[in-house]
């Protein structure tokens, strides 16, 4: 478990630095900018996590043909998961012209708007090397080769905070751009990902056992097999964070303070989120590993020891955002102006202590959610979300904010007891054990003795 996940809790550790230190600079640079950020970025992610939930499945049926020997069809697996990425580049960029009326319709503080609809389009601009990347990353943490995959993202996330500083401050004789200077640094390092995975899985040897090249072939059975499994695990990343998204949404219509407070919070969590993330990707890779080798004990045994270590994880990180919430806040805080940013930190203590609590329930959502995916349970997974989702979280927040005017901490109850619920009940699924008849890749084809084809092997006792 350790030898799969510390590179992928690294990789992810990476990913949360980089948004991060990205949301910083913009506290540094404005309120507004950081009130912006977190609706733009995370209603860009909501739309393109259908399609890098689906791109990225190509993990687990990397993972199953790996376990059962089956070499030779992981790259044609690859190339149906960037055919996938291919349409939804697309599709998100059709979506750039409608950020205006999205963002005036949500009805944020009319300067959090203008920054609201820039961040976005220059996000969506580039969706398809990201949606890429998440498949093409499949080739390695399926594989349980997991150093490539850390590397990589480290790298992106070196260039991505470089071109943040220069560009939202204007440095080194370029122009301040602000918040488009955030957003173009993202889609640079998303580019540069998806490049360097080109140029990894290249290598002549993979192409030889893996057909990393040769399986460039679009194969319709295969690609509809990823189709079936990949779409709901796509529905479920996307119901997932579309709850959140019109929770932040909703919140927003709080104020610029109460906004930027809930930015900073959900930006301190994901370093805590994050690294959880990179064990249930792990967990992923290890059912789906083991369940090839007809080996669902083993399974069983990687997810429980993965929830433990992640379960002490994310209770010490929990402790230490009720017991010293300034080492988080600080650096948000290091050159905001004093006065701007009083009141947002007086809430982000507070909304801290929500997180700690959810966040330590988190831990059964993400580690069981990401075991019985791996065995090929994506519908169970979507029907949840979307009951949960809309019945915990979306229509009580409406109803808390909207209609009741119960302000900013009954949304936070609300998204805390819908993160609880989520764990309770994956948990459940998971101990009731379908999971472990569930297989993604196709059944082997029988083949005759090359030698004597119509003979079968026959022991003779003398």
């Not at 912006?36 to 393109?48: E, H, K, R, S, V």
């Not at 998100?92 to 319709?105: C, E, M, Q």
């Not at 997991?146 to 122009?175: C, E, H, K, Q, S």
């Not at 433990?308 to 102006?337: E, H, K, N, S």
Request: hydrophobic share 55%; with cysteine.
């Amino acid at each position: 478990m350790l030898r799969v996940a510390i590179p992928l809790v690294l990789s992810t550790s990476a990913w949360s630095v980089q948004h991060f230190v990205d949301r910083m600079f913009l506290t540094w640079y404005s309120p507004e900018a950081i009130a912006a950020a977190m609706p733009a970025g995370i209603l860009n992610f909501t739309l393109m996590s259908f399609f890098i939930g689906a791109a990225s499945y190509v993990n687990t049926f990397v993972a199953q043909y790996y376990g059962a020997g089956r070499y030779s069809r992981i790259g044609p697996a690859l190339w149906q998961g960037i055919y996938i990425s291919l349409f939804g580049g697309i599709v998100i960029a059709l979506i750039i012209p409608l950020a205006g009326p999205v963002f005036s319709l949500v009805g944020h503080d009319p300067l959090v708007q203008e920054n609201e609809v820039v961040y976005f389009q220059y996000l969506c601009i580039g969706g398809a090397p990201v949606i890429a990347a998440s498949a093409l990353s499949g080739f390695f943490s399926g594989r349980g080769r997991t150093w490539p995959v850390m590397w990589v993202n480290t790298l992106a996330t070196a260039v991505n905070l470089f071109l943040d500083y220069l560009l939202i401050f204007g440095r080194w004789g370029l122009p301040e751009m602000g918040i488009k200077g955030a957003a173009i640094a993202t889609v640079f390092a998303g580019f540069f990902s998806f490049v360097v995975y080109i140029v990894l899985l290249a290598r002549s040897d993979y192409n030889e056992i893996y057909h990393t090249l040769k399986g460039w072939r679009p194969e319709r059975e295969l690609f509809f097999r990823l189709v079936r499994f990949g779409v709901p695990a796509g529905v479920q990343f996307f119901l997932d964070m579309a709850g959140f998204t019109a929770f932040v949404l909703i919140l927003g219509r709080l104020g610029t303070i109460s906004l930027a407070a809930t930015n900073i919070a959900f930006n301190i969590n994901t370093l805590a989120f994050m690294p959880m993330i990179g064990f249930g990707i792990a967990i992923s890779v290890l059912v789906g590993q083991y369940l090839g080798k007809d080996r669902p004990d083993m399974a069983e045994r990687s997810v429980y020891s993965g929830f433990a270590m992640t379960f002490v994880y994310m209770t010490g990180i929990a402790v230490l955002y009720v017991v010293v919430p300034q080492l988080f806040i600080a650096p948000f805080a290091a050159q905001a102006d004093p006065n701007d940013f009083e009141e947002i930190n007086r809430l982000t203590i507070i909304l801290l202590r929500f997180v700690a609590l959810y966040s330590i329930f988190d831990t059964m959502n993400i580690i069981f959610a990401s075991a019985i995916k791996g065995a090929g349970d994506t519908r169970f997974v979507v029907y949840i979300i979307v009951v949960i989702s809309a019945f915990v979280l979306v229509i009580p927040t409406y109803v808390a904010i909207m209609i009741l005017d119960y302000g900013l901490m009954a949304g936070w109850t609300i998204a805390s007891a819908y993160v609880i619920t989520l764990g309770f009940v994956f948990y459940a699924r998971f101990l009731g054990g379908k999971w472990k008849s569930m297989r993604v890749i196709e059944e082997p084809v029988p083949t005759l003795c090359v030698e004597l084809p119509e003979c079968p092997v026959v022991e003779i006792k003398s």
